[in-house]
């Protein structure tokens, strides 16, 4: 099976594979970001929009949010879920994303990135879809080893869909074009942080 049919088959389940402490540590993690009012966020792997409230939230009224996601199924659920003025979604892969050059403040992904079938140009992707000076954020509500244990043990199509260890995340980032890159990795929460040079 491929990834695009495994998250399809999950889409009208997934939201009941998510606790309330997840959703909480996500909360603590999006009010962390700093997100401006009235910037445009795209949110990349949106899944069934688990982050769009939080984002919604962030940005407020003036601002924007963009879900993209390559699998029907879960972008069906997100938008039964959510509607909103400045809310938009498209189904589109992150290594061809479906956007202008320059038209993002902020792009965030959150337990997607191991998922993308190419790390680098999904990389170069966001950093072209992304102002000068803009922001992305490769976050999960687990550390990588957890992560990356979880999909081994789940095994199938998500078997092979690890977090990169420290210096290769840095090298992806580094090499598409951002600078200013930090990453934690602890119990319960990874975050890298990079900026468009
Ligand atoms: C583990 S889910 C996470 C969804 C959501 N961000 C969340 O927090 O619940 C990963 C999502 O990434 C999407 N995805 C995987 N590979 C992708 C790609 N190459 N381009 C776009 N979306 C992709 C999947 O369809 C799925 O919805």
New binding site residues.
């Given amino acids: 099976m491929n ?2 049919t495994y ?2 088959e999950k889409a009208a389940k ?1 939201d009941t594979l ?1 606790q309330d402490e997840v959703i909480i540590r ?1 909360q603590d993690m999006v009010k962390e970001l700093v997100l401006s009012p009235g910037c445009k966020v795209l ?9 769009i409230p939080m984002l919604i939230e962030a940005v407020g009224p003036s601002g924007v949010v963009v879900g ?4 029907p199924q ?1 972008l069906a659920e997100a938008q039964k879920k959510y509607q909103w003025p400045n809310l938009e979604f498209l189904e ?4 061809d994303i479906p956007m202008a050059d320059q038209s993002v403040d902020e792009v965030v ?4 990135f191991p ?3 190419d790390f680098s140009l ?1 990389a170069q992707e966001m950093a072209r879809v992304l102002k000068r000076g803009g922001r992305v954020f490769v976050i999960h509500p687990h550390s990588r080893e957890y992560i990356n244990e979880l999909h081994v043990s789940l095994g199938g199509a998500v078997r092979n869909c690890l977090i990169p260890e420290e210096a290769a995340m840095r090298a992806i980032f580094y090499e598409a074009g951002f600078e200013s890159i930090t990453l934690e990795d602890v119990a319960g929460r990874y975050h890298l942080s990079a900026r468009k040079a």
Avoid: P, Q, Y
Avoid at 68 to 71: G, K, L, P, Q, S
């Fill in positions: 990834k695009k998250f399809d997934w998510i996500l949110d990349l792997g949106t899944g069934t929009g688990v982050l993209i996601d390559f699998a879960m589109g892969v992150a290594e992904c959150n337990s997607a998922h993308f079938d999904a």
